[in-house]
């Protein structure tokens, strides 16, 4: 079973960057497309970004589009999001995501919040 593990959360100022981790334990990460989704208080959790097996291929809300850059390690079985241009709106528990045969895996999320 896929474990997911975040990191790399906290207080930044409106401008400001963060670079998000995660950590992923299991087999055949490799295989598995992976995602950042963002739930802020009193919202429902959105799409944020996602990266296919290979990283051949990204995709990005619209909202983030050109501010956020996701990767992946296969060999290191990482996946990061860099944020960049942080806005107060940005403000939300980042989770990352795993997509494979079974049904979406879900780490415990990173409080990132962001002051302006």
């Known amino acids: 079973q896929v474990q997911l593990v975040e990191s790399g959360g906290g207080l930044v100022q409106a401008g400001g960057s963060l670079r998000l981790s995660c950590a992923a334990s299991g087999r055949s990460f490799s295989s598995y497309a992976m995602g950042w989704f963002r739930q802020a208080p009193g919202k429902e959790r959105e799409f944020v970004t996602s990266i296919s097996w290979s990283g051949g291929a990204t995709y990005y809300a619209d909202s983030v589009k050109g501010r956020y850059t996701i990767s992946r390690d296969n060999a290191k079985t990482t996946v990061s999001l860099k944020m960049n241009s942080l806005r107060p709106e940005d403000s939300a528990v980042y989770y990352c995501?795993?997509?494979?045969?079974?049904?979406?895996?879900w780490g415990r999320g990173t409080q990132v919040t962001v002051s302006s």
């Open positions: 995501s795993a997509d494979g045969p079974f049904p979406r895996i």
